[in-house]
């Protein structure tokens, strides 16, 4: 019984962690933020953030693989698409994207800056990416796409998240339905859809 009680607690810890990490990120970035700044704010010791995170970095990683877990739940929806031949497809990712985009926005804006600053983080990154990149590359089949599938995927997952990002940060040229229909019609009609 005392086990059981104290992997609550660490569970319950590491969570608040967590939390309070996507807090400071939304208020100071995530390379301002230190882990005394994450600790304080989670009402913690600093001494608790090392007994489960290595560092401000695999914190991160954890929270990208909470993230990560939370979008194979969502790709297991009815109403998931495939075939990215089909408009509905593309949009149906598209608005999937930005939904997550949306809600982890913190979280997907630290994975930006520690790939800038960090090139064995952006490899690991890459790494826990590769699986939904696959995904989007599966998507592709029927299509004749310029190049290979993989590439291809890549520039749709990039070009998504380069559009949310600026988006995010306030470039609002048109209202947010225009502009997710227009970033579907450009990703459908770049990938050669019907």
């Known amino acids: 019984m005392v086990v059981g009680t104290?992997?609550?607690q660490a569970a319950q810890t590491e969570a608040e962690l967590k939390a309070a990490?996507?807090?400071v990120f939304e208020r100071v970035g995530?390379?301002?933020?230190?882990i005394t700044d994450i600790t304080a704010e989670?009402?913690?010791?600093?001494?608790s953030f090392y007994k489960h995170f290595a560092s401000k970095e695999r914190l991160l990683e954890a929270l990208l693989a909470d993230v990560l877990a939370e979008g194979d739940v969502t790709?297991?929806?009815p109403g998931?698409?495939?075939d990215f031949r089909e408009r509905?497809?593309?949009?149906?990712?598209?608005?999937?994207f930005w939904g997550f985009y949306r809600e982890h926005r913190a979280v997907m804006s630290a994975l930006q800056q520690a790939a800038i600053v960090d090139e064995e983080f952006a490899r690991r990154s890459r790494e826990m990416l590769e699986p939904d990149l696959h995904h989007i590359a599966g998507h592709l089949e029927g299509l004749d796409v310029p190049g290979d599938r993989m590439v291809a995927a890549s520039l749709f997952t990039t070009t998504l998240s380069?559009?949310?990002?600026?988006w995010f940060a306030g470039e609002k040229h048109v209202g947010e339905s225009e502009m997710l229909d227009s970033l579907t019609t450009f990703l459908h009609r770049g990938l050669g859809g019907r």
Request: aromatic share 6%; no cysteine; net charge positive.
């Open 42 to 47: 989670a009402g913690r010791a600093t001494g």
């Open 162 to 166: 380069a559009a949310a990002t600026a």
């Open 6 to 8: 104290r992997k609550q």
């Open 21 to 23: 990490a996507v807090r």
């Open 80 to 82: 998931h698409l495939t």
């Open 88 to 96: 509905a497809a593309v949009r149906w990712h598209v608005d999937v």
């Open 75 to 77: 790709a297991g929806l």
């Open 30 to 34: 995530y390379l301002n933020a230190k």
